[in-house]
C-alpha cells in the first residue's frame, strides 16, 4: 500500500516567510509524528499527534512553530518567520499506535527546507 | 531522560564480511529499540525492533540485532556485507511507559561497504 507522503519535496524560503509543510500519514494510522533532521542537531522530535487527544508539543523548538492535524489524517506543519536555523529535512511519520507495546514508525521522504 | 549512542561515526568493511553498527543507550525501565537505515534523499526505512523476548531480533534485509541487558547494548549486525548496504543507520529508543512515544535517535552511522 501507499506509504507516508509529504509534500513539497524541496522548499527554498527566504528568510522571515512563512512556510508550510504536508504530511499525509498511512491509511488508517492515528499515530502521527513530526522530526527534524539537520547536521547539527541529528534527528530530533517536534510533535505527535495521536487520535483525538491533545498534541504533544514538547519538541516545538519555538512558538514559530505549530502544527495541526484535520480530520485525524493529513498534518500541516508551519513555521512563521523563518530563520536560517531552520533549515533542515523535516520528515513525517505515522504508526498504527493500536497496543501499548511500541508500534512502529513509518517515515516519509521528507521535505528539505533551505532559508536562505 | 533516555538517550541513544552511535560511538562511530563511519563503519569501513569489506563486501562478504560480517558488518557490525554499534548502538547503546540509557532510559528509565526496559526499553523498546530500533533501526532504521536512510539511503541518500530518503527517508528512514524500518529495520528491526526489539519489544520483548528473544534476544536476538532479525529483520529486513539480513540484518539482525542483539539486545544485551548487561550492557545496555543493540548492536546491529549482519553476516556478509553487500556493496547496496552502504548507507546512513540509526539507532533509536523508546520509553516502555507513559505517553511519550516519540523516538530518540542516535547521531549515525554512515556505512560504507567496500568492493
Known amino acids: 500500500g501507499a506509504g507516508v507522503s509529504q509534500s513539497p519535496s524541496n522548499k527554498v524560503t527566504e528568510k522571515g516567510k512563512d512556510v508550510e509543510l504536508r504530511c499525509d500519514p498511512i491509511?488508517?494510522?492515528?499515530?502521527l509524528y513530526w522530526y527534524r533532521q539537520s547536521l547539527g542537531q541529528g534527528l530530533e522530535f517536534l510533535i505527535y499527534?495521536?487520535?483525538?487527544?491533545?498534541?504533544?508539543k514538547s519538541g516545538l523548538p519555538s512558538d514559530r512553530f505549530s502544527a495541526e492535524r484535520t480530520g485525524g489524517s493529513v498534518s500541516t506543519l508551519t513555521i512563521q518567520r523563518t530563520q536560517q536555523e531552520d533549515s533542515a529535512v523535516y520528515l513525517c511519520?505515522?504508526?498504527?499506535?493500536?497496543?501499548?507495546?511500541?508500534?512502529?514508525?513509518?517515515f516519509g521522504p521528507g521535505t528539505r527546507l533551505t532559508v536562505l | 531522560a533516555q538517550s541513544v549512542a552511535q560511538p562511530e561515526d563511519q563503519v569501513n568493511v569489506a563486501e562478504g564480511n560480517p558488518l557490525t553498527v554499534k548502538c547503546t543507550y540509557s532510559?528509565?525501565?526496559?526499553?523498546?529499540l530500533f533501526w532504521y537505515v536512510q539511503y541518500p534523499n530518503r527517508g528512514l526505512q524500518f529495520l528491526l525492533k526489539?519489544?520483548?523476548?528473544?534476544?536476538l531480533v532479525k529483520g529486513s534485509y539480513g540484518f539482525e540485532a542483539e539486545f544485551n541487558k548487561s550492557q545496555t547494548s543493540f548492536h546491529l549486525k549482519k553476516p556478509s556485507a553487500l556493496v547496496s548496504d552502504s548507507a546512513l543507520y540509526f539507532c533509536?529508543?523508546?520509553?516502555?511507559?507513559?505517553?511519550?512515544?516519540?523516538?530518540?535517535f542516535g547521531s549515525g552511522t554512515q556505512l560504507t561497504v567496500l568492493p
Open positions: 526489539y519489544i520483548t523476548g528473544d534476544n
Open positions: 499527534f495521536q487520535g483525538n487527544s491533545a498534541p504533544d
Open positions: 511519520a505515522s504508526s498504527l499506535a493500536s497496543a501499548p507495546v511500541a508500534d512502529t514508525q513509518y
Open positions: 533509536a529508543v523508546r520509553a516502555p511507559s507513559g505517553s511519550a512515544r516519540q523516538l530518540t
Open positions: 491509511s488508517g494510522h492515528t499515530a
Open positions: 532510559v528509565s525501565g526496559n526499553p523498546y
